[in-house]
């Protein structure tokens, strides 16, 4: 019988696999969705649910992620999610229009059981190693979300390849991390059993909305997801009406993708040599804080750009800190699914409202001003949750 250390190889390669594939379906869209538009004539409306629907059904479905990963057991429920991916990646490039809209809640619905379940395999196969794999896990993320955002446009127009052929890319991601998946399980059955009636009934004795902890994690997460959706979707707009050039703007936009990078891999491996977190968390969540600020102020390139790197770092290491914190305020693998699920719902609820919000308070005012003191207080608020969140305790 295969012991959990002989099965941290396979174990290792399904959460890498896992990651490439999680955030690429989606950020691959927003460069070539001209491209989408024009093939089946789409309106703006249908144009626009395109990257809204996954947030939507992320929001909806991560509750019940944890509830499944209970009863079949959570790496068999990950193999669910993945297979579910792969089906809407296929059916979103070759369904039409139907299958677009189909195809998009499905990759939705497969990546809602990754957020929630990375976490707790995490918790369940490197306990002591929780911060050094979840930095693994987010950084391999963040990697492939630029890569999907980049070389869209490079092989659906310069190569020829077309949006459907360029989204199958992820489709062969997807299948690689079912195969190794199903490696997984065939060699180490005995370490994905599944939770007794009994121990479901003990651990659901007290829900997680009555548990103020676990409210105050949610807060966290869901904080740095508005923000980091906001900016996402109104940077360029911001950078724009401050009179910077095209091409400046573009840098600004990147610098954005890329200075997380560093915070998803380090902050983790810091926050597994603590025991309590807290300091950690009000220190990247005040370097969003003081990004927001200089953006605010910030007339030309340099300081702009500099501002954005620091929100970059806040927010790429309070995301990959609330994934560490998943594990650590749990006391184990499924508790850490269950808690990853609560604040994932809630944290996604926020990513949908932030953008929209922003924008009717734009239309409202006429500049930036206040959707970015909204921003700044959407993130101060991150920074206190951080700081109970981080201290040294179960739910």
């Known amino acids: 019988m295969k012991t959990i250390r002989e099965s941290r190889v396979l174990i290792s390669l399904v959460i890498i696999t896992t990651a490439i594939c999680l955030r690429a379906p989606i950020t691959s869209v927003g460069s070539i969705l001209y491209c989408i538009v024009e093939d089946l004539q789409l309106s703006n409306t249908i144009a626009g649910s395109i990257t809204t629907i996954p947030l939507i059904v992320i929001a909806l479905l991560s509750p019940c992620v944890s509830k499944i990963g209970e009863r079949t057991g959570i790496n068999q429920a990950l ?14 490039s070759f369904g039409g229009l139907v299958g677009v809209l189909a195809g998009t809640a499905l990759i939705g619905a497969g990546i809602s059981f990754g957020n929630v379940l990375i976490p707790a395999v995490i918790k369940n196969f490197f306990p002591e190693k929780i911060g050094t794999m979840t930095g693994v896990f987010t950084t391999t993320m963040s990697i492939c979300s630029g890569i999907g955002a980049g070389i869209s446009v490079p092989l659906a127009v310069e190569m020829g390849w077309g949006w459907r052929l360029t989204f199958c890319i992820w489709a062969a991601a997807a ?11 065939k060699n180490s059955p005995a370490v994905n059993a599944v939770v007794s009636g009994k121990e479901r009934e003990i651990k659901q004795a007290k829900p997680l909305y009555k548990i103020p902890l676990a409210w105050w994690v949610a807060i966290m997460f869901g904080g740095q997801s508005c923000v980091f959706y906001m900016m996402v979707t109104w940077l360029p707009m911001i950078v724009a009406d401050k009179g910077i050039s095209a091409m400046a703007a573009g840098i600004v936009a990147t610098v954005f993708q890329l200075a997380a990078i560093p915070a998803n891999f380090a902050v983790p491996i810091l926050a597994g ?4 977190q807290s300091k950690l968390a009000m220190g990247v969540a005040g370097l969003g804080v003081i990004g927001l600020a200089g953006i605010l102020f910030s007339t030309n390139m340099l300081p702009l750009a500099f501002s954005t790197g620091l929100l970059a770092l806040g927010l790429g290491g309070t995301f990959s800190l609330s994934l560490v914190i998943f594990g650590m305020r749990t006391s184990d693998a499924m508790q850490a699914a269950q808690l990853s699920g609560f604040a994932q719902s809630a944290g996604y609820v926020m990513a949908a409202i932030g953008p929209m919000l922003a924008g009717v308070v734009y239309d409202w005012s006429g500049d930036w001003t206040i959707p970015i003191l909204l921003a700044v207080g959407f993130m101060v608020l991150d920074l206190i949750a951080a700081n109970i969140a981080g201290a040294d305790r179960k739910i």
Do not use: D
């Not at 040599?273 to 309590?276: A, L, M, S």
């Open 79 to 92: 193999l669910l999610g993945l297979l579910i991916l792969l089906t809407g990646i296929l059916i979103r």
């Open 175 to 185: 299948l690689l991390a079912v195969i190794i998946s199903c490696m997984q399980l």
């Open 273 to 276: 040599r603590f025991k309590k």
